[in-house]
Every structure is written in structure tokens, then in C-alpha cells.
T-cell receptor
Framework: DTAVSQTPKYLVTQMGNDKSIKCEQNLGHDTMYWYKQDSKKFLKIMFSYNNKELIINETVPNRFSPKSPDKAHLNLHINSLELGDSAVYFC????????????FGNGTRLTVT | SQKIEQNSEALNIQEGKTATLTCNYT??????LQWYRQDPGRGPVFLLLIRENEKEKRKERLKVTFDTTLKQSLFHITASQPADSATYLC?????????FGSGTRLQVQP
């Protein structure tokens, strides 16, 4: 059973398009996250939701909009895609909004051409 | 601001030896440090958590130390195996979310 699953695994699209990445966790965790990993493999927090409530919104362009329909899902919608958005996006969850370890999905590799 | 730094150069060791990876932080001691393993094309996987007041934590062949004087955490893999080859990330809880170092790639040669 996959604990944190995200789809699609690969996403290739052109500049200016709008795309979504979906994430689901079946661990019963309260907190979910989106991280971005760039070409230098640096993982950077983008958003965090706790019980469907946005608690962290780092310096991310407002073209990125997370949506949490329920505690088990956190989707990421990106408008007007740019070349610089190309990266691997990881969804993660943790039991609580504290020092609980994170459980990651296997990432979505987004390529904008 | 707090920075967390790992050696960006890959570490190459022979099978059977002990691998030691370093994580340094610049300012205040984080209350917790976590270590993760990441394989190519996969998400990071949690390995160990160590608290500020703990000197050492072990799990099977893995050992983590936390030295608040040196502002450093060391991650050791004893009796290393080729299957241990991966990128290892350290992280601390900053500003309500886990903040990661850039990771160190470990390559264990058979």
C-alpha cells in the first residue's frame, strides 16, 4: 500500500499552460506539504496544510495555488507555467505539525518547454 | 538566519568501511535534527531523529550524533554495503516546516 501517492509522475508541458499535481496520503496524518527540488537537488518548502488549513506559504509566486479538499488530499495547481518552474515536486505528510518525521511521495518531474 | 550545510562533494568508500557524513548548522541549535535517505527518482525516506539533549542515537548499522558545541551532527553507517549508496539529507525544524540541507551523495564500492 502506497502511503503518499502523487500523480502524475512525469509532466511535460509548454510555457503558459496550466497544470495540476494531485497528492493523497492514507496514513491518517494531519499535516501535508509541498516541496520543490531543483536541479541542484535542494529541497525547499512551498506550502503546508494542517487539517485542511493553510499554515505555511513560503515565497512562492501566486501562480501556484494549493488546494486541500480534505485532510488526506493536497493538490497543487500551477497557472501560466514558466521555464523556471521545471523541477521535481514532492508531496509529503506528517502525523502532526511538529517535529514528526515526513513521509514523502515519489515526486512529480515537471518539465516546461 | 539559520543555515544547514552538508558536504556537496560525493563520498566514495569501500564496502565494509564506515561512512561518516557531516551536517553543520550556523546559528542556534535546533531542538531536533532528522536524517533522510534519497534514492534517484524517489522521495526522501526518514531514517533517524535526534534531539538536542541526546548525544547519540542508533538504529541497526546507523548512528547519529549531535554536538551542540561544534554545531554539528554526524551520520555514520557501519559495515557499509553497495545498497547503502544514496544521497543522505539532514534537516531541522525551522519556521514550522522541515528545512533540508542539500545532501551528500554516498557511493559504496564493492
Amino acid at each position: 500500500d502506497t502511503a503518499v501517492s502523487q500523480t502524475p509522475k512525469y509532466l511535460v508541458t509548454q510555457m503558459g499552460n496550466d497544470k495540476s499535481i494531485k497528492c493523497e496520503q492514507n496514513l491518517g496524518h494531519d499535516t501535508m506539504y509541498w516541496y520543490k527540488q531543483d536541479s541542484k537537488k535542494f529541497l525547499k518548502i512551498m506550502f503546508s496544510y494542517n487539517n485542511k488549513e493553510l499554515i505555511i506559504n513560503e515565497t512562492v509566486p501566486n501562480r501556484f495555488s494549493p488546494k486541500s479538499p480534505d485532510k488526506a488530499h493536497l493538490n497543487l495547481h500551477i497557472n501560466s507555467l514558466e521555464l523556471g518552474d521545471s523541477a521535481v515536486y514532492f508531496c509529503a505528510s506528517s502525523q502532526r505539525q511538529d517535529n514528526s518525521p515526513l513521509h514523502f511521495g515519489n515526486g512529480t518531474r515537471l518539465t516546461v518547454t | 538566519s539559520q543555515k544547514i550545510e552538508q558536504n556537496s562533494e560525493a563520498l566514495n568508500i569501500q564496502e565494509g568501511k564506515t561512512a561518516t557524513l557531516t551536517c553543520n548548522y550556523t546559528n542556534y541549535s535546533p531542538a531536533y535534527l532528522q536524517w533522510y535517505r534519497q534514492d534517484p527518482g524517489r522521495g526522501p525516506v526518514f531514517l533517524l531523529l535526534i534531539r538536542e539533549n541526546e548525544k547519540e542515537k542508533r538504529k541497526e548499522r546507523l548512528k547519529v550524533t549531535f554536538d551542540t558545541t561544534l554545531k554539528q551532527s554526524l551520520f555514520h553507517i557501519t559495515a557499509s554495503q553497495p545498497a547503502d549508496s544514496a544521497t543522505y539529507l539532514c534537516a531541522y525544524t525551522g519556521r514550522r516546516a522541515l528545512t533540508f540541507g542539500s545532501g551528500t551523495r554516498l557511493q559504496v564500492q564493492p
